[in-house]
């Protein structure tokens, strides 16, 4: 992967932190948003909306690299996959460690 592809990577994860970061302090003592930020929700849509566009990208770069878009590289399209695929094993982390943190909540004793 080139080091343009992990730059903007690396800018997307710092973006996704900063925003998660943004509304702890008073969204977890209230159990709303926090004026002028974003709820947890909002942060997860907007994150599952960035992979959901990026496969669909990358989807279509392939397409037209398959029909012989003298415009689309073959660099292009593998990294624009790579992209893809980084972004979609994220978010099933974070769906996997959601649903491990809702199971150990709910077999806490009372």
């Known amino acids: 992967m080139s080091d343009i592809g992990i730059n903007a990577i690396l800018a997307q994860i710092r973006a996704l932190k900063g925003d998660a970061a943004g509304g702890v302090g008073t969204a977890a003592q209230t159990g709303a948003a926090p004026a002028g930020g974003t709820s947890f929700a909002d942060t997860l849509a907007r994150a599952a909306t960035r992979v959901?566009?990026?496969?669909?990208?990358?989807?279509?770069?392939a397409r037209s690299f398959e029909l012989g878009d003298r415009?689309?590289?073959?660099?292009?399209?593998?990294?624009a996959q790579q992209e893809a695929?980084?972004?979609?094993?994220?978010?099933?982390?974070?769906?996997n460690r959601l649903v491990r943190a809702y199971q150990d909540v709910m077999n806490m004793p009372l």
């Open 52 to 61: 959901s566009d990026a496969q669909h990208q990358a989807s279509d770069l």
């Open 85 to 95: 695929q980084v972004g979609f094993k994220a978010a099933i982390e974070v769906r």
């Open 71 to 79: 415009n689309v590289s073959l660099a292009r399209v593998m990294i």
